[in-house]
């Protein structure tokens, strides 16, 4: 299993209305993803604001494996919601950071 992780650095201006309008439009790709397993997503509550950096929401998404995953980078609609993402966090793709790890 692959889970995908995204933390986010978002502008301040932006709403926890469009954040919510993201997720679950994140959410919604498990059923036009195959092998797209789950999703989870929270802000982080760590007292290490210096080591934070301002990335304060995250969201992960486990799928069953490597093709599964490379068939959600590749989707159209991914597309189009990271292109919203990179819109909405501080300094676009700079205010975002990917890890996958093998679970």
């Given at each position: 299993m ?19 309008g993201?997720l ?10 195959s ?5 989870g ?5 760590s007292p ?7 990335f ?5 998404i ?12 590749s ?7 990271a292109?919203?993402i ?5 300094a676009g793709i ?6 996958d790890?093998?679970?």
């Amino acid at each position: 299993m692959i889970r995908h992780l995204v933390f986010l650095k978002y502008r301040n201006s932006v709403s926890r209305d469009i954040k919510d309008g993201i997720l679950r439009d994140l959410e919604a790709l498990k059923t036009k993803v195959s092998g797209f397993i789950n999703f989870g997503s929270g802000s982080n509550i760590s007292p290490e604001n210096d080591v934070v950096r301002g990335f304060l929401d995250m969201f992960w998404i486990d799928f069953e494996d490597i093709s599964a995953r490379d068939a959600y980078l590749s989707n159209e609609t991914h597309k189009g919601i990271a292109a919203r993402i990179n819109a909405a966090t501080d300094a676009g793709i700079d205010g975002v950071f990917v890890c996958d790890v093998a679970v």
